[in-house]
T-cell receptor, first 113, second 111 residues
Framework: QQQVRQSPQSLTVWEGETAILNCSYE??????FPWYQQFPGEGPALLIA?????DKKEDGRFTIFFNKREKKLSLHITDSQPGDSATYFC????????????FGAGTRLKVIA | EAAVTQSPRNKVTVTGGNVTLSCRQT?????MYWYRQDTGHGLRLIHY???????QIGDVPDGYKATRTTQEDFFLLLELASPSQTSLYFC??????????FGHGTKLSVL
């Protein structure tokens, strides 16, 4: 059972467009939602994260929108650049003190110049 | 910047073989993790640990053992490797701000 779901599986946008990556979860105990970015041949790296007490987190061109009632969140990448082409993972953890993270299957983003 | 080093980078073994994947982190993080990455499944947690001698069961532990010998070192053991364990394996450590730092991965092929 996939506790964290991501859509779409892959996404192609033109340079300058806004890419929207979606994530949903089932466990109401999840309260921390990081997004990781992974380039081919490398390990994932933390991009941006949000806690459930907030409904929006912004860092430059990257913004997370969070809807606790619907258990959904999305990552918006504005002014997309070819260098943003990567796989993006949504993850979740619960404030149980065990630092256990569950990842979605990822969205592969391609930005065309 | 946190450093997590995995070895080997690539490993090929046969069905029934014995494999040990190694991971070292140099930032004194308490938590360390082993994940496997497969297309369509993302990253799935195998085992994790919050300190030397401690081991916690992850979500897909069958066929895997792990051991945390020191604060720095975390090992993943496949004692009877099977083709279903062909995957890309990542080790990670976590700081107090809940940031995961990943290694570059180990590509394992079980023939």
């Amino acid at each position: 059972q996939q506790q964290v779901r991501q859509s779409p599986q892959s996404l192609t946008v033109w340079e300058g467009e806004t890419a929207i990556l979606n994530c949903s979860y089932e466990n109401s105990a999840f309260d921390y939602f990081p997004w990781y970015q992974q380039f081919p041949g490398e390990g994932p790296a933390l991009l941006i994260a949000i806690r459930s007490v907030s409904d929006k987190k912004e860092d430059g061109r990257f913004t997370i929108f969070f809807n606790k009632r619907e258990k959904k969140l999305s990552l918006h990448i504005t002014d997309s650049q070819p260098g943003d082409s990567a796989t993006y993972f949504c993850a979740a953890s619960a404030n149980t003190g065990n630092y256990k993270y569950v990842f979605g299957a990822g969205t592969r983003l391609k930005v065309i110049a | 910047e946190a450093a997590v080093t995995q070895s080997p980078r690539n490993k090929v073994t046969v069905t029934g073989g014995n494999v040990t994947l190694s991971c070292r982190q140099t930032n004194s993080h308490n938590y360390m993790y082993w994940y496997r990455q497969d297309t369509g499944h993302g990253l799935r947690l195998i085992h994790y640990s919050y300190g030397a001698g401690n081991l916690q069961i992850g979500d897909v532990p069958d066929g895997y053992k792990a051991t945390r010998t020191t604060q720095e070192d975390f090992f993943l053991l496949l004692e009877l490797a099977s083709p279903s364990q062909t995957s890309l394996y990542f080790c990670a450590s976590s700081d107090v701000n809940e940031r995961l730092f990943f290694g570059h991965g180990t590509k394992l092929s079980v023939l």
